[in-house]
């Protein structure tokens, strides 16, 4: 099975949206690879 090709802007958004829909924010960054004050940044960007 090949890799998906995604862009980072996507990863983003993907990362927002179950954000949005009332997921954790510490699994969503382990999950996603980053850490939570990244994802703390991607969400107040947003």
């Not at 954000?19 to 850490?35: A, I, Q, T």
């Amino acid at each position: 099975m090949p890799w998906k090709e995604t862009s980072v802007m996507n990863e983003r958004m993907k990362f927002i949206s179950r954000l949005l829909s009332g997921e954790k924010m510490s699994p969503l960054c382990r999950e996603f690879g980053v850490s939570r004050v990244t994802g703390y940044k991607i969400w107040n960007r947003y």
